[in-house]
């Protein structure tokens, strides 16, 4: 199997036209959404991750958001059945993708839907979002395919806001970010509330490095005021469409 591995896809053609249901839509730079991709893929890379493309999907608008369609523990891969039905063929280039780094699948199966977006794994214990996008059929489902690799799963209501991750991440120490407002926080051990709403989403790096959106000024602070190592970049043509830090990619470590 290969390590450090992150899966990306590159934006297609018809990304302008990805979904939108909470925020209101504005125009997308297609364009500069490709520059504001490859940032981000570099910065991947310079954190030490090794970059596997899924190809691109140029029919399917919202196929960027790779994370949506597979949950990655240890050596399994868990895809996806997005509570969004024109985003479900995204999963035929990442089971390609997945099986060429050696993980063994499986997959949520009707009357389950998932989004990788609402699924936060923290050590152990794995938060999963019940959203507009995740049921508790798949949530249930991949409680009992997690349960087989030592994982205990923690359902977390999210309302108003697409995904679990979309408001709660988790820090290299295991604690919770995130935006109280939208989520159900009484099975959580406890929340520290970020300042501004786009930085509920990083993306852990390394032991003491995060990946954080340029929108979230005043967390990057406060994060690196802790100590940690924070490298920025700059997603607002996908955050245009909802998305945050984390949807951008797959991380296999
Ligand atoms: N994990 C994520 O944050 N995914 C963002 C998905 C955004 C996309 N426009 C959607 O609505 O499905």
Redesign the pocket.
């Known amino acids: 199997m290969t390590l450090r591995t992150a899966l990306v896809r590159a934006p297609g053609s018809r990304l302008a036209e990805?979904?939108?249901?909470h925020a209101d839509r504005r125009p997308v730079d297609v364009g500069l959404a490709a520059r504001q991709h490859a940032a981000y893929v570099a910065a991947l890379r310079a954190a030490g991750w090794r970059v596997r493309a899924v190809p691109a999907a140029d029919d399917l608008p919202?196929a960027v958001?790779v994370?949506?369609t597979v949950v990655v523990c240890d050596d399994l891969a868990v895809l996806a059945r997005s509570g969004?039905p024109g985003?479900r063929a995204e999963t035929v280039g990442t089971e390609k993708a997945v099986r060429g780094l050696g993980l063994e699948v499986t997959r949520i199966e009707p009357p389950g839907t998932l989004?990788?977006?609402d699924v936060l794994q923290v050590g152990d214990t794995v938060y999963v979002g019940l959203s507009g996008r995740t049921n508790e059929d798949a949530i249930c489902r991949l409680a009992a395919v997690l349960a087989g690799r030592g994982r205990r799963v923690v359902p977390v209501r999210v309302s108003g806001r697409?995904?679990l991750?979309?408001v709660m991440t988790a820090l290299p120490d295991g604690s919770l970010i995130g935006v109280p407002e939208h989520l159900d926080t009484s099975a959580l051990p406890c929340l520290r509330v970020v300042p501004e709403p786009a930085g509920a989403p990083v993306v852990v790096l390394g032991e003491d490095h995060v990946l954080i959106s340029a929108s979230a000024p005043r967390t990057a602070e406060r994060l690196r005021a802790d100590g940690l190592r924070v490298t920025v970049v700059d997603i607002g043509e996908f955050e245009a469409?909802?998305?945050?830090v984390?949807?951008l990619s797959v991380l296999v470590p």
């Open positions: 990805g979904l939108v249901t919202d958001f994370e949506d969004a985003r989004d990788g977006g697409l995904h991750k979309t469409l909802e998305g945050g984390t949807c």
